[in-house]
């Protein structure tokens, strides 16, 4: 039998964070919404992720590129 070595939990390995920016990678059309009628929040939670930027407001500008740097984490 086979010894095992134990690793610690390192809740890091499961870290899924990307930015608005990487986002619109995957998901192009998010880059065709006015956000000033849609809220991007609601927009990507039917695509598993949430805005967890503690700055980001709904409706603030109506280009996606203002939120660019707001991070997002994929909803498992």
Same mark, same amino acid.
């Given at each position: 039998?086979?010894?095992?070595?134990?690793?610690?939990?390192?809740?890091?390995?499961?870290?899924?964070?990307?930015?608005?920016?990487?986002?619109? !990678?995957? @998901?192009?059309?998010?880059?065709?919404? *006015? =956000?000033?009628?849609?809220?991007?929040?609601?927009? &990507?939670?039917?695509?598993?992720?949430?805005?967890?930027?503690?700055?980001? !407001?709904? @409706?603030?500008?109506?280009?996606?590129? *203002? =939120?660019?740097?707001?991070?997002?984490?994929?909803? &498992?």
């Amino acid at each position: 039998m086979k010894n095992k070595t134990k690793v610690p939990f390192d809740p890091d390995d499961f870290d899924t964070s990307i930015t608005v920016k990487e986002l619109t !990678k995957k @998901f192009p059309h998010l880059l065709d919404l *006015d =956000y000033k009628k849609v809220s991007l929040a609601n927009e &990507i939670i039917p695509l598993n992720y949430e805005i967890f930027s503690k700055d980001y !407001k709904d @409706f603030i500008s109506s280009n996606i590129k *203002d =939120y660019f740097d707001f991070e997002v984490d994929a909803v &498992i």
